[in-house]
């Protein structure tokens, strides 16, 4: 009969579940009663910390079990896309004087994709333009020009600023160009402008204009999915040493900044894309798939080892804002030669 007394403290009974063969007992960290977690010793808590007020409104949770095997890789999404009102705002020169009734002497030129009848229209053309003769100012001539082409967003201008919101939450778009011409005089007699030099622009010129990058909202926020947080253990079997009783994640952030090898030699550009975890094969020069997202992670070894707990709580997103607050969704990656079952509870 074994001596269930066979721990060094020999102040409990000892049920024969150590983790490891001859591992010493003196101190595990452990979840313990009345909601705290703390550092014991046989029946002695050394030190303890009270969680009972860790709490966050959600609104929807799930909770699965996956049995990963040897070298496979799975997906955590997340229970949300942060769905929210596209915007894209842009400005131009920053030099040019703003005068009275601006608005009613402009041209603005768009190239824009955009989706129409459950198609994704690439580069199409929009031409816009203001007349101070019959009260048309410029937001009303791209609000005008955009519904012509079933393109459902909103301009709207103020003084240096082209604003450009989605009409629904999800609706996507994007505006790759856009070009400003201000109407002078040559072209109207009753235009403010004339073909002077105005703050060393000369006004019968067009010139792009640059997108407010730090005011973009996207369609959708996370687009390979996120959650609030997520709570997951780690069960290994047996037979398994405790040195290999660990497993790794990722957590998806995208965009993606990353050093992009050029040809075969040693240089390197810092480049962004987009990561689609549903893209299989290769991407392209704005988007990386999955296999070239986690090839990158793993050559650059960018993974978390977890043993058998991890849990990341985020805060919730402030509505109409591209500040992520959320945790994106994750790869979970066994690289052990046995399988590894995992638990987890995503919480939105």
Known sequence: MPDVFNNPSRDYVDPGLAPCVGASDSYKFEFLPKEEVGVTSGSEVKISMDISDVENNITEWQHKTHQI???????????????????????????????????????????????????YNTDASIDASSNYATNVDIDDALNVALGAKNITITA???????????????????????????????????????????GGVRQDQSFAMTELTNSRILASKYPNGAMLGIIMKAIYPSTADCTDQWIYTKNVKS????????????????????VDVGMNGAGNSTTMSAAEYLDYVNTKDLWNKVGNFFGWIGAEDTDDSAVKNQVGGMYVFNPQTFPVQIEYMAIE
């Open 69 to 119: 095997a040897s070298g496979e890789v799975i997906y955590i999404p997340g229970l949300t896309k942060g769905i929210d009102n596209r915007r894209q705002v842009f400005t131009y020169y920053n030099d040019v004087s703003i005068v009275a009734n601006q608005e009613y002497f402009m041209e603005v030129d768009l190239s824009i994709n955009y989706y129409y009848n459950f198609r």
């Open 156 to 198: 709207s201008y103020d003084p240096s600023n082209f604003t450009f919101t989605g009409d629904t939450e999800g609706y996507d778009f994007t505006i790759t160009k856009a070009q400003l011409t201000l109407i002078d005089a040559s072209l109207d007699s009753s235009s403010p402008f004339d073909a002077s030099i105005v």
């Open 255 to 274: 965009p993606f900044t990353f050093y992009d090898q050029i040809g075969d030699t040693s240089v390197a550009n810092l480049t962004t894309k987009d």
